[in-house]
C-alpha cells in the first residue's frame, strides 16, 4: 500500500512530544500580543519567453512556446499568520542565514513590532536557528 506521507518508521518519544508542541501551538486562539506565524522558504526559476505568446482568438486563450530563457534563481521568504489573514512576503538573491535574519528582524520590528512574543513555526532547515530569538 502506497502512502502521501507517515511517520518515520518507529518514531521516537522525541519527535511525538515536539509533533504534540507543534499541533498545541496551532491549537491556540487568536492573540494580537502572540501571533502564531508559519514561515517558510523557497527558491523559483527565473524565466523569459523567446517567442510572444500567440494572440488568442475570442474564446481562447493565449498560447505560449515551451521554449524558455533561463534567467536564473530567486528565494521567497513567506510568513503567514493564518489566524489573522496575515501574509508577508520577501524576494532576496539567495537563501543564507543572513537573508532569514535579516526577514525575521523585518517581521519583528515592522510587521508584529507591537506584538509582546512572536510565536515562529518553521521547519528545521540549517538557515534556521535552534534556539529562542530575543530583540
Known amino acids: 500500500m502506497k502512502k502521501g506521507w507517515c511517520l518515520p518508521t518507529g518514531p521516537s518519544a522525541e519527535f511525538v512530544a515536539a509533533m504534540e508542541d507543534v499541533l498545541e501551538v496551532y491549537h491556540r486562539p487568536a492573540d494580537p500580543d502572540r501571533p ?29 512556446d515551451s521554449e524558455y530563457e533561463r534567467r536564473g534563481t530567486a528565494n521567497l521568504f513567506m510568513a503567514v499568520e493564518p489566524l489573522a489573514g496575515q501574509r508577508t512576503v520577501q524576494v532576496t538573491d539567495q537563501r ?16 508584529y513590532a507591537k506584538a509582546k512574543v512572536v510565536v515562529l513555526v518553521m521547519d528545521n532547515l540549517n538557515t534556521h536557528p535552534t534556539f529562542p530569538i530575543w530583540i
Open 36 to 64: 502564531v506565524v508559519c514561515m517558510d522558504e523557497c527558491s523559483k526559476q527565473l524565466i523569459a519567453e523567446i517567442r510572444d505568446p500567440l494572440p488568442p482568438r475570442p474564446g481562447d486563450v493565449a498560447k505560449y
Open 96 to 111: 543564507k542565514r543572513t537573508d532569514w535574519a535579516l526577514f525575521i528582524l523585518h517581521l519583528l520590528l515592522t510587521v
